[in-house]
């Protein structure tokens, strides 16, 4: 079993930064593929990025390619998610979420406001 904690939301203006992490306990963690979601006020959970168990491939929705990287440490079994430019339509609730075959594990969400 995988339990997962994410930190480093907050209030940031537009155009700013913010790096969020999703630390994980429970031995295998390398064995699971890594992403992040979001969820704005009103509106369902999105897919924002994900990565695989060796870090050796990343995905990206479109509305934050080129501004988000998602990267991974598996000895420190933690996934970071670095979000530059940010806009205000990037405020959300963040929830990372590791699958490995049927099994699949939320964090319970880190917030992040983006102001204009």
């Known amino acids: 079993q995988v339990q997962l904690v994410e930190s480093g939301g907050g209030l940031v203006q537009a155009g700013g930064s913010l790096r969020l992490s999703c630390a994980a306990s429970?031995?295998?963690?390398?064995?699971?593929?890594v992403g992040w979601f979001r969820q704005a006020p009103g509106k369902e959970r999105a897919f924002v990025a994900a990565i695989t168990r060796s870090g050796g491939n990343t995905y990206y929705a479109d509305s934050v390619k080129g501004r988000f990287t998602i990267s991974r440490d598996n000895a420190k079994k933690t996934v970071w998610l670095q979000m530059n430019s940010l806009k205000p339509d990037d405020t959300a609730v963040y929830y990372c979420?590791?699958?490995?075959?049927?099994?699949?594990?939320w964090g319970q969400g880190t917030q992040v406001t983006v102001s204009s």
């Open positions: 979420n590791a699958v490995y075959r049927s099994s699949s594990y």
């Open positions: 429970g031995r295998t963690f390398s064995k699971y593929a």
